[in-house]
């Protein structure tokens, strides 16, 4: 047995490639499938056999510790769950019709209110207009290089043409619908999502559909009443998306009343993002172009969410009829 079978043989290493740099991911071979998203330590690596061996030595002799159990239960689909990661490198390759049929078919079924069903998406698979949508979308190149583009849509137009087969006139100017229809997006975007990855393809969710929504409904040609919530790259990825911890569990999950005293889990995830160094070159402006060395999720999240965008929003809702009553 070679030494780097014998290291395989009780280890089990992650490659996570970024533009910046290849990093290793060492933990015992029991946590994975159990763990999806282990904390676990990032070290600059060579993917020689011998860098290799270096680096697990460095790691071991650090006492770094095997990362905890944190879900009592697992099965194939949880496991899947949790190694979603945003895709933006994409293979060439095309992406079939019965493909694309499939996933959007599997977003369906999604719960829906009343079966309502307030979504319509848009399929864009030639390369001239997904080069458009990538210009009203901030440039984001993965948009252009993904095969297929996904604009989902919040549509309460298809009601309104059921109201008028059934000689009814549809409410379709109050809050409340837009609400309904904005969670149905957000509901069959994930489920499509789960069927993608789990057919081996990558997706990256688009908010710069948003950027210039009369655009795109102009490009799209969406009626009256249907309005691009959220785009989608769709594509064979090109390598392994770089998987994010989430905020730990005791943050966001509150049992019985809302428990608003989570300043230790804020600031133990913050120095979790921060090791990942995923926000390196990628720091939000503060007005002053101050760059600082601690900048993890507490001072990203702070300074993008003390900005206003797309502001002109409400007035484009309005424009599509979503009066907002």
């Known amino acids: 047995m070679t030494g780097f079978e014998f ?28 763990v999806a998203k282990p904390p676990p330590p990032y070290i600059p690596a060579d993917i020689s056999v011998i860098g290799f061996l270096q680096r697990v030595i460095i790691v071991f002799d650090q006492n770094i510790q095997p ?46 209110s009343s079966n309502l069903q307030m979504y319509s998406v848009v399929v864009t ?17 993965h948009i252009g290089q993904a095969p297929v ?83 989608m790259t769709l594509g064979w990825p090109e390598r392994a998306p770089r998987i994010r911890p989430r905020l730990p569990l005791e943050a966001v999950l509150h049992w019985e009343q809302y428990q608003p005293d989570d300043r230790p889990q804020l600031l133990a995830y913050d120095q979790a993002m921060l090791e990942t160094g995923i926000y390196s070159g990628r720091q939000v402006s ?7 060395q601690a900048y993890g999720w507490l001072e990203h999240s702070s300074r993008r969410v003390s900005k206003a965008y797309r502001t002109e929003l409400r007035q484009r809702l309005m424009d599509a009829g979503f009066e907002m009553k």
């Not at 970024?18 to 933990?27: L, N, R, Y």
């Not at 698979?125 to 190149?141: H, I, S, Y």
Request: glycine letters at 8%.
């Open 7 to 34: 290291v395989r043989s009780f280890l089990c290493v992650s490659i996570i490639d970024s533009t910046e740099k290849t990093t290793v991911q060492v933990f015992p071979p029991e946590y994975m499938g159990v």
């Open 67 to 112: 990362p905890k159990m944190e879900f009592p239960m697992s099965n194939p689909v949880i496991e899947r769950i949790h190694q979603h990661g945003s895709v933006r490198h994409y293979k060439p390759d095309p992406v079939s019709t019965d493909l694309i049929k499939t996933i959007v078919a599997a977003g369906q079924c999604a719960s829906t």
């Open 125 to 141: 698979t030639q390369e001239a207009q997904r080069f458009q949508l990538m210009g009203l979308c901030g440039d984001q190149a």
């Open 149 to 231: 583009f996904l604009t989902w849509c919040a549509d309460l137009s298809r009601l309104e043409r059921v109201c008028e087969m059934q000689g009814y006139i549809a409410e379709s100017g109050y809050t409340e619908n837009l609400l309904l229809a904005a969670v149905d997006v957000s509901l069959v975007m994930q489920n499509a999502t789960l069927a993608a990855e789990s057919l081996g393809l990558g997706i990256c969710c688009i908010g710069g559909i948003r950027n210039q929504s009369q655009a795109v409904i102009d490009l799209l040609g969406l009626p009256r009443l249907v309005f691009p919530m959220c785009g």
């Open 286 to 292: 503060d007005g002053e172009q101050k760059f600082s």
